[in-house]
């Protein structure tokens, strides 16, 4: 059945203006240096007159890595209590860049010393020979990113064969008699097979019910001790009573104190959220490694592709409003040739950049001076135009750095073949990873739900107060 006919494709393909500011000589190790890099960058930022004749600064995002982020913030909270606009750095919020969160989004699941323990990503690496991919995500990501795709495709293929109910890759459906009803129907009702088939699929394998009610009954728990804390009757003299018996001990601020003489009450444990899906031993969810691990990685995977796709559609208009969708996409993502599905991450464009201007910038030698990378960054541009117009000129073809259609069939297939024969979709009580061991399908699980919540109240006490930066 081809189903591509009654998908629906959304994308936004335009030229985008790329234009490459010059090189600021700066140290963002050092709070000083990231100050005067962040007041250069507020010089691009454009001014609103309102009706008060005031300035009132568009908002600019500057993305980078999780480690320029934090700097960039802490330097623009060190500086709000400044006087005017520009002293306070108004107009400027950092991001977290786009490629470098996807560098990130399998470590949990790669592990280079793993390759025994079948139906692991470095296992499935090492059975169709993919040497290029490593654990180093950033000096490889176009052979990293398309084994990862790969290694998703084939998970996907393997739980829709059991929802299929088929015995392997060239069996037929269970179910035939509807499924070979849905050749001859139209697209919009093969769009709903499609997607009855997808939603068993994430009710089986994506949607850990277990982990979820114990996520929001833990969460339930916490709110409810705090609103039992915060609305308890004060004395006379507005301080808070000890609620044990017997005890005429009260407290002025509710604080540690309060807290160590007074524990939170005991909320009674409640069934579990949605009552066709009971409470269970965590121990009967968690002991085989194989059947977690992949669930796990085919969710994981799932936003990971889903990542991908809105950075090369740039496809933020139907969820953001027309001016702030406008400001997204011209400013995280670039198109270089134009067409669908072509957009690229801003940062991983400018790591690009980067490296002409190294090259070019080591080729100088022992004469590296300021003026002369300020010429090089500004040429940079230029250069690479008249650069890949002369390959046009004497027929000079780069390779995509893509793998054919062919090859990714084949070893779709490998990969295909593997998990079906080791059930990795089959729950199997008692399978361990040796490598791996005790991996817990949902990250989240053995995080402390009550603990996060007073932390994020705290936390936000604390941004309120200006005691925090973020």
């Known amino acids: 059945m081809d189903s591509t006919s009654c998908i629906t494709f959304n994308s936004y393909h335009f030229y985008y203006l790329k234009v490459l500011l010059r090189i600021i000589f700066k140290n963002e190790n050092k709070s000083e240096e990231m100050l005067d890099i962040l007041k250069q960058i507020r010089g691009y930022s454009p001014n609103l007159e309102n009706k008060e004749q005031k300035l009132k600064c568009n908002s600019i995002p500057i993305v980078g890595d999780q480690l320029t982020v934090e700097r960039g913030v802490n330097v623009i909270e060190a500086v709000h209590n400044s006087f005017t606009p520009e002293e306070k750095l108004e107009g400027i919020h950092m991001e977290i860049a786009d490629w470098h969160t996807a560098v990130t989004f399998l470590n949990r699941h790669y592990s280079p010393v793993s390759d025994g323990d079948k139906g692991t990503l470095f296992a499935d690496r090492n059975l169709i020979n993919r040497r290029n991919v ?87 728990s916490a709110q409810e001790k705090d609103h039992i804390v915060s609305n308890q009757n004060l004395t006379a003299d507005g301080r ?183 059930r990795v979709f089959h729950h199997s009580p008692g399978r361990h990873y040796k490598c791996i061991p005790n991996f817990a399908r949902d990250p989240l699980s053995r995080l402390d739900m009550s603990n996060l919540f007073h932390w994020i109240n705290k936390h936000k006490k604390n941004i309120d107060l200006g005691r925090k930066a973020r």
């Open 134 to 220: 490593t654990a180093d995500v950033h000096s490889n990501w176009s052979h990293c990113k398309t084994f990862a795709i790969l290694e998703i495709k084939a998970r996907i293929i393997a739980a829709a064969m059991i929802i299929l109910g088929m015995q392997n890759i060239n069996d037929q459906p269970k179910h035939l008699s509807s499924f070979n009803a849905v050749k001859s129907v139209t697209d919009q009702e093969r769009k709903h097979y499609l997607l009855k088939i997808s939603g068993q699929i994430v009710d089986k394998f994506v949607l850990d019910q277990h982990s979820l009610n114990s996520f929001l009954d833990s969460i339930f």
């Open 240 to 422: 808070i009573p000890c609620r044990q018996p017997g005890c005429n001990k009260s407290f002025k601020h509710n604080g540690k104190r309060r807290r160590d003489h007074d524990p939170p009450p005991d909320i009674p444990e409640k069934p579990a959220v949605s009552p066709t899906n009971p409470t269970k031993d965590s121990s009967s969810v968690s002991d085989d490694d194989v059947f977690n691990y992949n669930c796990s990685l085919l969710t994981q995977g799932l936003l990971f592709m889903n990542f991908l796709d809105a950075t090369s559609e740039g496809d933020v208009h139907c969820l953001l409003p027309p001016a702030e969708a406008h400001r997204l996409v011209w400013n995280r993502t670039v198109n270089n040739k134009g067409g669908p599905g072509k957009n690229v991450a801003l940062d991983l464009d400018m790591k690009h950049d980067n490296k002409d201007v190294k090259q070019a910038v080591k080729n100088l030698g022992s004469n590296v001076t300021e003026p002369a990378v300020r010429r090089i960054s500004h040429g940079q541009q230029r250069s690479k135009t008249m650069l890949n117009c002369l390959d046009r000129e004497i027929l000079v073809k780069q390779r995509s750095g893509k793998h054919v259609s062919t090859a990714n069939t084949k070893d779709l297939t490998t990969v295909i073949n593997s998990l079906t024969e080791e």
